[in-house]
């Protein structure tokens, strides 16, 4: 990968970044930490895992199937961020 | 509404004609007219054409899956089961299992979902079923109740719990040494689903018939696959309302008691207005959950439960609206709006009962507003 590369991807991953905690906070009506456990007990619902499958999707131009439906990819913001930019290399990668 | 839309339905008024009576009373679905229709792709209208489905977006399957409905809820909820199970297998499988599996969904072959068990009804983390890991095979173990279309079908997308973590979803063909297929007697409503208890004992099956090689999220992996069952049997419900609705409008305009028509009785025009207000509630709910999903709208997984419930309950409250409007002509076994009863009643239940629908609603609330 070029420098240009990386340096896109920096910054690209915090707009995922801020994108997922702006979603969090208006369904939500509260304010998370990047790293907390979003699952953990008096957290979220299954749904609301659910919505959050769909607004990665819708709003990040991405697939979460299959083996990605994993708690570990939506535990936290850090991990969903970690999610959509392996997600978005892979479509890429494949031309997708 | 699009052409293929408007020759479905008419093909399926004509397939059906006045059978479905007689299949209510069998509690049997000829297998011929359910290998066609599903070769024909009009059992899960949503699978992409490039695995052989008709592509259909969720508003076009649900006005289809009303019409069905209308005509027949056991051939309804063998729709919803084909479906469900080709929504899970899109969104669990390889790129490489979607293309095997959906092809054969869309050419004849027909399937179900298993997830209940005789302790694992409304609470699914309950599910003891389990699959283990064993070189290149996974062996399942296990009890299913309730597997709606089971007793059809071919192959059985089962929900289970992975030996190493994690759940999982496997399809298991029928005719495997170890699968025992127990079709249940005398169901409540739609009699003639093919509902079945599964008995899996030591089934070894290859690997890869673990949908996405496993390890999902209980609680996701069953949200995502119950949510194409919601929206199938929320646009059922909206078939049943419109038969309903059909049926006891004619009968109040035809029928005359004390030297008029029924529906000049005031008591009688009011079972009407309510007849007419929960179909038209039970379709806005769902037009508005299509168009959620159709545009990719993260509201769809709230708009789904929203329409489900709606629609349910609508249909059993308006299918005794029906009944009463009907009186003797429709108490008895078979009649459409007898059937409609039964099988109303059954939708409250099925897919997330009432009270889990209203558990996820407050939830909703609680969390966001």
Redesign the interface.
Request: glycine fraction near 22%; charged fraction near 10%.
């Given at each position: 990968m070029t420098q240009l590369g990386v340096h896109d991807a920096t910054a690209d991953s915090g707009e995922v970044e801020k994108d997922i905690l702006r979603f969090l906070e208006a369904q939500t009506k509260r304010s998370w930490d990047p790293r907390v456990d979003l699952f953990a007990a008096g957290g979220l619902s299954s749904l609301f895992a659910m919505q959050l499958v769909v607004h990665l999707e819708q709003t990040h131009g991405i697939s979460i199937r299959g083996a990605d439906l994993r708690l570990d990819n939506f535990r936290t913001v850090a991990s969903m961020v970690a999610l959509v930019y392996r997600l978005r290399g892979a479509a890429g990668a494949s031309g997708a | 509404m699009p052409d293929g839309l408007a020759a479905a339905r008419v093909l399926l008024t004509d397939l059906v004609g006045d059978r479905a009576e007689s299949w209510d009373r069998t509690g049997l679905l000829p297998r011929e007219l359910l290998v066609r229709l599903g070769a024909a792709g009009y059992l899960c209208p949503q699978v992409a054409t490039a695995h052989g489905g008709l592509g259909w977006d969720s508003a076009e399957d649900g006005e289809f899956t009303a019409h069905v409905g209308s005509l027949c809820s056991s051939l309804r909820s063998i729709m919803t089961s084909q479906g469900m199970a080709a929504w899970t297998i899109?969104?669990?499988?390889?790129e490489q299992q979607r293309s095997g599996l959906l092809t054969r969904l869309t050419g004849g072959e027909l399937a179900a979902v298993a997830f209940s068990e005789p302790q694992a009804g409304s609470d699914l983390s309950a599910i003891t079923t389990r699959i283990v890991r064993d070189g290149d095979s996974v062996v399942v173990d296990g009890i299913k109740t309730w597997s709606t279309a089971a007793a059809y079908a071919d192959i059985v997308v089962v929900v289970g719990i992975l030996g190493d973590g994690?759940a999982g979803a496997v399809v298991v063909p029928t005719r495997e040494p170890g699968v025992q297929v127990e079709r249940i007697a005398d169901p409540l409503g739609c009699r003639a689903a093919g509902h079945a208890d599964i008995r899996l004992t030591r089934v070894r099956l290859p690997a890869t018939s673990l949908?996405?090689?496993?390890?999902?999220?209980l609680?996701?992996?069953?949200?995502?696959a119950l949510?194409y069952g919601r929206m199938s049997v929320a646009w059922g419900c909206v078939g049943i309302l419109r038969a309903c609705l059909a049926a006891a409008g004619a009968h109040a305009r035809s029928r005359e008691q004390f030297g008029r028509p029924l529906g000049s009785h005031q008591l009688v025009a009011r079972h009407l207005a309510d007849l007419l207000m929960a179909e038209q509630a039970a379709t806005r709910a769902c037009e508005h959950a299509s168009r959620c999903w159709d545009e990719?709208?993260?509201d769809?997984?709230?708009a789904t439960?929203l329409a489900k419930h709606v629609s349910a309950t609508q249909a059993a409250r308006g299918s005794a609206i029906a009944v009463q409007v009907l009186a003797s002509a429709a108490t008895r076994d078979g009649h459409m709006v007898a059937r409609a009863y039964r099988d109303a009643k059954c939708m409250e239940i099925i897919e997330g009962s009432n009270e889990m629908c209203q558990l996820?609603l407050a939830?909703?609330v609680l969390?966001?507003?």
């Open positions: - | 899109d969104r669990l499988g390889t994690g949908l996405g090689g496993g390890g999902q999220f609680p996701l992996l069953v949200t995502t949510a990719g709208s993260a769809q997984v709230l439960v996820l939830d909703h969390a966001t507003k």
